[in-house]
């Protein structure tokens, strides 16, 4: 399971069994901090997620971004909540391209927000999986 962590919303995606593709599973609109780690533990749960993959924004160069600091924090108090290994990953650009890829598919912009958290979960856990493919991890 992969999440692409906002201030507003999160976006979750999930991997098939054999871990070859991403699909964006939903988007977690967020209330309070405490109340958001539990909702997401929860969709991991259900999700019968046994990694989570975590996006870490960061600048164009790779220094820490204003949002990486929240995004650690709450990375950190997921992983007091669950079981389950997360890691980061380099989330630079997913946004952009789930944007992309819903104006090239004609959605409206007010439709967009719906969609573009997951979608960018998506690219982000298929970058992962493409890197542990590659790898053969």
């Not at 952009?96 to 007010?110: F, K, N, W, Y």
Request: net charge neutral.
């Amino acid at each position: 399971m992969a999440l692409d962590i906002g201030d507003k919303r999160i976006g979750v995606a999930v991997s098939d069994p054999f871990n070859t593709y991403a699909l964006p599973s939903l988007t977690y609109h967020r209330k309070a901090f405490k109340e958001d780690v539990k909702a997401i533990a929860e969709i991991a749960a259900e999700k019968g997620a046994t990694l989570i993959v975590c996006g870490l924004p960061v600048n164009f160069d790779g220094s820490e971004a204003l949002q990486t600091k929240k995004t650690e924090r709450f990375i950190a108090a997921l992983k007091e909540e669950i079981n389950v290994p997360v890691v980061c990953e380099d989330e630079r650009f997913t946004t952009v391209m789930a944007h992309e890829t819903l104006i090239s598919e004609g959605m409206r912009r007010e439709k967009r927000k719906s969609y573009v958290d997951a979608l960018a979960a998506a690219n982000i856990l298929d970058g992962y999986l493409q890197k542990i493919n590659k790898k053969g991890v």
